[in-house]
């Protein structure tokens, strides 16, 4: 049996974290990798024998590379704290386990909760790498979408893990519109630029591709409305970008003289 070591970031997330941990208490160890949680976050992974570590936020992959590093085994298990893997994915990755793996990483498919339902079996599932050797493999430096990459054979495992990071609209518009803002700030610091017709051109394209390519319709209305909101997040990603360069170049000069200045959201609009 090959040892396993699941590591986990943390940020107030009591409302989801027991239903991560018990699905991962079978591993080895449990790696908690904490932000400075004010809720029962600490508690919850203390009941689950978590060995905790405390590091105050440097953004989600340097967060998510340090709990790597602390992990004692070789093949390691990611997951947000808002995760839970499937009954059957357990199974699945225990008994692979149990032998001798035939790749350096596998992705798993992900089931995502719809507000207020899951998504059915008919829709499209994204997959994403979470279970690898530590020694092929390092968390990329995304200022958001942080994820594992692997140098080595990939492979997919079949059964789900669920994600219920989004159990209603609020929550999903706050995280689109943190996250879009997030990109902006790597596009920024890449010196990206923005056409603003991809805002116009970009958002309807995808939403036909999550809509009905993904099959997302087979949701009802809850995929309608995260295809939607998929889409808004496309379009805030390019115009965010395009507003950035438009204030640097303007400044001021175009409002009227005593205007407020708006509050500085990338680094490079802070006053030196």
């Given amino acids: ?57 440097m953004g989600y992959g ?18 947000d704290a808002d995760e839970a893997l499937s009954p059957e994915c ?16 596998y992705v798993i498919p992900r089931k995502e909760q719809l507000f207020w339902q899951m998504n059915n079996d008919y829709i499209r599932l994204n997959k994403f790498l979470r279970l690898f050797r530590k020694d092929h493999g390092h968390i990329t430096d995304m200022p958001v979408h942080a994820a594992p990459k692997v140098n080595g054979r990939i492979r997919s495992l079949s059964n789900p893990f669920y994600h219920y990071g989004e159990t209603d609209l609020d929550i999903k518009v706050a ?10 700030r790597d596009k920024v610091a890449k010196g990206r630029r ?4 991809i805002c116009v051109f970009y958002p309807p394209v995808y939403f036909v591709r999550a809509y009905f390519f993904k099959r997302a319709f087979t949701n009802g209305w809850g995929g309608f409305f995260t295809s939607v909101c998929g889409a808004f997040y496309v379009f805030l990603k390019y115009a965010k970008l395009y507003e950035y360069h438009q204030r640097k170049r303007y400044g001021q000069t175009l409002l009227p003289p005593g205007a407020p200045v708006p509050p500085p ?8």
């Fill in 1 to 57: 049996m090959q040892p396993l070591s699941a590591f986990v970031t943390t940020y107030n997330n009591a409302r989801t974290l027991a239903s991560c941990l018990e699905s991962v208490k079978w591993a080895d160890e449990i790696i908690l990798l904490d932000s400075g949680s004010t809720d029962a976050t600490l508690d919850i992974a203390r009941q689950y024998g978590c060995v905790i570590h405390h590091h105050p936020f």
């Fill in 62 to 79: 340097k967060q998510k590379q340090l709990a790597l590093e602390k992990t004692s085994h070789l093949w390691v298990l990611l997951l």
């Fill in 90 to 105: 357990q199974t699945e990755i225990r008994t692979l386990l149990a032998g001798e793996p035939d790749a350096d990483g």
């Fill in 175 to 184: 995280k689109v519109n943190a996250y879009s803002t997030g990109l902006v």
């Fill in 194 to 197: 923005a056409n603003p017709w």
């Fill in 265 to 272: 959201v990338y680094e490079s609009d802070k006053p030196v």
